[in-house]
């Protein structure tokens, strides 16, 4: 695991995303944009726009797996994942100020004041960082939820916002851009209290906390054997046994008797449209 994260943190076509259902961050950078290590040498990438930080993912579970999509479409992701058992319970459900950010990622802001920002949510802290203006804003703000008003001033007055969950954090200096590290939080799916898209195959007993997302093999120029190899390794070592064995069945040819399950059917999906693309490359 230690070296997948090594090489995923030198590759910046890799997407990294912090957080849970509903809310959190993702960190991207561009080929060209420089990018150093955090201050105090923990495992991570700080940009001018951002900062990814590593200090806990190598003890977290992993496993891979793939989405279906529309048509031929698919996505793939290596969940690094927290039993249910060591997730905290939500925090309250109101802004609180918790003082000097002494996780930042840049040494020269361990001195900016942070405040938790009370969204439910349990594999991570969605906080927001400030100095100046924003921090008398978030004061103000102190004891009352959090709200869209709130989220739009931060931007402005260009506060940090970060998805904290341990050791591991995303910073988004505000305001964001795309592409590039952003922050989200969608009320709605938040409401709903899940931990993760039914979609994803993640294990009973499991939490995905931080997702790291390969490059996608399918290109403008074509099918990229050396990508899809990647991730067939990272499914052999962390994806569903049954899945993988599926999976490798239909990508052989042979006849396969699919269970009547969403993860089945949506592996099905992919490994006939990857068949379609090797038998193409």
């Not at 806990?56 to 479409?73: I, K, R, S, W």
């Not at 040494?107 to 400030?130: I, K, T």
């Not at 103000?140 to 001033?153: I, K, M, Q």
């Amino acid at each position: 695991m230690r070296t997948v994260l090594r090489q995923a943190l030198a590759d910046p076509a890799v997407t990294w995303s912090l957080g849970g259902y509903g809310a959190g961050a993702t960190f991207r950078r561009d080929a060209d944009e420089p990018a150093d290590g955090p201050f105090d040498g923990r495992p991570g990438l700080v940009t001018p726009r951002g900062a990814l930080v590593l200090g806990e993912a190598c003890a977290l579970v992993p496993v891979a797996y793939e989405t279906a999509l529309g048509g031929d479409a698919w996505s793939q992701a290596l969940a690094l994942c927290r039993p249910l058992s060591r997730l905290p319970s939500c925090p309250a459900p109101v802004v609180s100020e918790l003082g000097r950010d002494d996780g930042a990622a840049r040494s020269e802001d361990r001195d900016g004041v942070s405040f938790c920002l009370g969204l439910p949510l349990r594999q991570a802290r969605l906080l927001a960082r400030g100095r100046g203006a924003a921090v008398p804003i978030l004061r103000d703000a102190c004891g009352r939820p959090a709200d869209a008003v709130l989220w739009e001033r931060l931007s402005r007055l260009g506060a940090t916002l970060i998805a904290a969950s341990g050791g591991d954090r995303i910073e988004v200096v505000l305001p964001d851009t795309h592409p590039g590290p952003r922050a989200h939080w969608f009320d709605k799916l938040l409401r709903l209290g899940r931990l993760h898209a039914a979609t994803a195959p993640i294990p009973a007993g499991l939490a995905p906390v931080i997702h790291l997302h390969p490059p996608h093999p399918w290109t403008e120029s074509g099918y990229d054997l050396g990508r899809h190899g990647v991730f067939a390794d990272w499914l052999a070592r962390w994806g569903d046994p049954a899945l993988v064995a599926l999976k490798a069945g239909i990508l052989a040819g042979e006849a396969m008797a699919v269970p009547d399950t969403r993860a089945a059917r949506a592996v099905t999906r992919v490994a006939r449209a990857q068949r379609r693309y090797l038998a193409s490359s």
